[in-house]
């Protein structure tokens, strides 16, 4: 409808501009409900205009006649809502039952809700990244969804469907991206004081584009030449404890937060809250509670030397 191009701009989230197979199914079924609404409306309110305006009360006119029952009148206003009722329902059937079904060649990806951020896994591609997801345009997505912990909700508007992530309990989303193009979502169910900071990215490309990150993903970092920041990076990295919740692929395995093997590359950090900058890097390592509150990643108090080697070291790995 014309309206989504009015609301295109300023809001990222918005479901108006959908780019995805599912978006654009959902914004069908949107427009159409939101047409039957203006009918009824336009119908409800008419009436009782006419009503108010012809049956209003007149100087020393008699009393309208009074009328009880009409039979054909009853029967046309339970039948319109009805088959209201049935034109809505036939079309949000097809579409729940169409955009369930993954075609074989689907691309696998697992999404995995933790406090606070959002883990994916591609079984197909064996990688594993966090918080940015990357999707070749036009090939269908078989999303299959669960939870760590307590219960997420996972939502990217422009490419339609909120699914909720509920530990023990998968849920699946297939849609089809149709435009190039980087789209914001978020954690859309309550999951504990940061549950507004659990934002999510994900960046649709052309099929080379795709290719091209996910040998990258794939890649084992080479280590640090020796004497260099990076390498004393890496070995704060271990002696903090950091390697007890994060993978590095071939330096450590923790598997509590987030793979930052190729943490280097993303966009942003701390599950979408700030961009990946030196500065931001070292605040979050510095004090990761004042940006994230009650985030499991405790404040390791890293001294001022160790700090800007550890950022160098996160920095290195793309
Ligand atoms: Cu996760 Cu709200």
Redesign the pocket.
Not at 187 to 192: A, L, R
């Given at each position: 409808m014309s309206l989504s191009t009015a609301c295109r701009g300023p809001f990222p989230q918005s479901t108006l501009a959908p780019k995805a197979d599912y978006g654009v199914a959902i914004d069908r079924l949107f427009t159409g409900i939101f047409w039957w609404a203006v009918v009824v409306f336009v119908v409800v309110e008419g009436l009782l205009l006419i009503s108010v305006l012809r049956f209003r009360e007149r100087e020393g006119a008699p009393a309208p006649k009074q009328r009880h029952g009409n039979t054909a009148l009853e029967i046309a206003w339970t039948l319109a809502p009805a088959l209201i009722l049935v034109f809505i329902a036939v079309p949000t059937v097809q579409t729940i039952f169409a955009t369930d079904r993954a075609p074989p060649d689907a691309l696998r990806v697992e999404v995995i809700?933790h406090?606070?951020w959002w883990e994916y896994r591609y079984p197909d591609l064996g990688l594993v990244t966090a918080n940015e997801l990357h999707l070749p345009v036009g090939r269908s997505v078989a999303v299959d969804i669960t939870s760590a912990d307590v219960i997420?909700?996972w939502w990217t508007p422009a490419l339609g469907g909120k699914r909720d992530a509920t530990p023990n309990h998968h849920t699946r989303l297939v849609f089809r991206p149709d435009t190039i193009g980087e789209y914001l979502g978020q954690?859309?169910?309550?999951?504990?004081v940061s549950?507004a900071n659990?934002r999510l990215r994900t960046f649709v490309e052309s099929d080379a584009d795709f290719q091209t990150w996910a040998a990258a993903q794939r890649a084992t970092p080479a280590p640090p030449a020796p004497e260099s920041p990076e390498e004393a990076g890496r070995q704060a990295f271990r002696r903090y404890g950091c390697i007890g919740c994060h993978t590095v692929a071939g330096f450590s395995s923790g598997r509590l937060g987030p793979d930052l093997t190729h943490v280097g590359g993303r966009s942003t950090i701390a599950a979408g809250l700030v961009t990946n900058t030196t500065e931001h890097l070292r605040d979050w390592i510095d004090d990761p509670l004042a940006l994230k509150p009650g985030t499991l990643m405790p404040d390791m108090h890293v001294s001022a030397p160790d700090l800007p080697a550890l950022v160098a070291y996160l920095q290195s790995l793309k």
């Open positions: 809700g406090q606070w997420h909700s954690c859309v169910e309550f999951c504990g549950h659990m």
